[in-house]
């Protein structure tokens, strides 16, 4: 899901000279995925206007 999120995001990040990444992570969340799937983007929707740092990363 995150791969998602940050592929879907990345277009925008670049514009705003912003670099995604994300990291291997072992975390696991049960529940609805439209719902986990919006709180998930919303930090990362977010990371290009509210950075000063040109990276910006998550982990899955």
């Given at each position: 899901?995150?791969?998602?999120?940050?592929?879907?995001?990345?277009?925008?990040?670049?514009?705003?000279?912003?670099?995604?990444?994300?990291?291997?992570?072992?975390?696991?969340?049960?529940?609805?995925?439209?719902?986990?799937?919006?709180?998930?983007?919303?930090p990362v929707e977010n990371a290009p206007?509210?950075?000063?740092?040109?990276?910006?990363?998550?982990?899955?």
């Open positions: 899901m995150v791969s998602h999120v940050c592929a879907s995001a990345s277009a925008e990040a670049r514009a705003a000279g912003v670099e995604l990444s994300q990291s291997p992570g072992e975390a696991v969340a049960h529940g609805d995925p439209v719902l986990l799937e919006r709180i998930a983007q919303n206007s509210s950075t000063t740092s040109p990276r910006a990363g998550s982990r899955r």
